[in-house]
């Protein structure tokens, strides 16, 4: 009896472990770069936005460069999630960054539409500028 216990255990372990190797690798990576003019730039956009589907898994791979100023906890930018129609943030998508790369998984919004991503980091007089697209597709 015990030696099932410690067999059933042991391959419960394994399939959770198959099980979460499987979702990482399916997982999509995003890059971005909060720079330091008070802009996010991605590799290969000139106009630069993110499109995911509704409750997809995503990493977040977030380099941070610092621009003029920065807030008392040292986070230099931010990168927060926002519903365009009434700018309410998305739970779990407040994301402040400190200098240089961090990753976040996040669950994409569970509801399509328009969004915006924002800096609310006060990091240099171009700060209100700092903003792009995110779009949630069914
Ligand atoms: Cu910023």
């Given at each position: 009896?015990?030696?099932?216990?410690?067999?059933?255990?042991?391959?419960?372990?394994?399939?959770l472990?198959?099980?979460?190797?499987?979702v990482?690798?399916?997982?999509?990576?995003i890059?971005?770069?909060?720079?330091?003019?008070?802009?996010?730039?991605?590799?290969?956009?000139?106009?630069p936005?993110?499109t995911?589907?509704?409750?997809?898994?995503?990493?977040?791979?977030?380099?941070a460069?610092?621009?003029?100023?920065m807030?008392?906890?040292?986070?230099i930018?931010?990168?927060?999630?926002?519903?365009?129609?009434?700018?309410?943030?998305?739970?779990?998508?407040?994301?402040?960054?400190?200098?240089?790369?961090?990753?976040?998984q996040?669950?994409?919004p569970?509801?399509?539409?328009?969004?915006?991503v924002?800096?609310?980091?006060i990091?240099?007089?171009?700060?209100?500028?700092?903003?792009?697209?995110?779009?949630?597709?069914?």
């Open positions: 009896m015990a030696l099932f216990k410690r067999l059933f255990l042991a391959a419960t372990a394994i399939s472990l198959l099980v979460s190797l499987l990482k690798a399916e997982t999509r990576v890059e971005v770069l909060a720079d330091k003019d008070s802009s996010y730039r991605i590799a290969g956009q000139k106009n936005g993110i995911v589907k509704v409750g997809e898994p995503v990493l977040l791979r977030i380099t460069k610092k621009a003029k100023t807030n008392r906890d040292g986070s930018h931010s990168f927060t999630l926002l519903r365009a129609k009434d700018r309410s943030r998305v739970e779990g998508w407040d994301l402040m960054l400190k200098p240089g790369t961090q990753e976040f996040l669950t994409a569970t509801e399509p539409g328009e969004y915006v924002l800096c609310t980091v990091c240099s007089d171009d700060h209100e500028s700092m903003h792009m697209k995110f779009t949630v597709v069914p």
